[in-house]
């Protein structure tokens, strides 16, 4: 996933990462990416929208993958 180029795992902690951008300590409870995608957006929305813009293209040349909404309606 694009949303790695941004972050560091820290050595002593497999869950937390630290971002590149800003040097924040991002605490993770899941392996999951979602969140870190939320923070993304919220924080650093120029490079969040340059990960938008790749998995997109991502999608669009693969037929099985569904991209989900990072929004809560």
């Known amino acids: ?6 972050l560091i795992f820290l050595k002593n902690n497999l869950f937390n990462v630290e971002c590149t951008l800003c040097s924040s300590i991002v605490l993770r409870k899941s392996t999951s990416t979602s969140a870190l995608l ?6 650093h929305k120029s490079e969040y ?10 999608i669009r040349g693969s ?8 929004t809560s309606d």
Do not use: D, F, G, M
Request: glycine letters at 0%; charged letters at 25%.
């Open 1 to 6: 996933y694009v949303v790695w180029k941004y």
């Open 49 to 58: 929208e340059i990960i938008n813009k790749s998995t997109k293209l991502q």
């Open 63 to 70: 037929s099985s993958a569904t991209r989900l909404p990072l």
């Open 38 to 43: 939320h923070r993304k957006q919220a924080q």
